[in-house]
């Protein structure tokens, strides 16, 4: 089994009753440089801030570097070196 930075594996992430990623998993290897790219509304946004811990997840795991990211306080990818930054476009 390969070891990555990040594993996302089979995760659900619900906004009350409405479930706004379903069974999603990717892995990302120490190094990469990665784009998360989609239409609005697909999830983008709420992937990271589940991976960030600002949000739990219903259902899947999510590992840092083969350790579980259950249970960590919010934001607390940061001392892993993941962070969040929004993507807001401005116009003059």
Known sequence: MENHLLEVKGVDVLYG???????????????????????NGAGKTT???TIY???????GEILFSGVSGKNKAAGGGGHRGFA???GEASFF
């Open 17 to 39: 009753d409405v479930q706004a990623v379903w069974e999603l998993s990717i892995h990302v290897d120490e190094g990469a440089i990665v784009a998360l790219v989609g239409a």
């Open 47 to 49: 992937l990271l801030k």
């Open 53 to 59: 811990g600002i949000l739990r997840a219903k259902r």
């Open 84 to 86: 969040c930054a929004g």
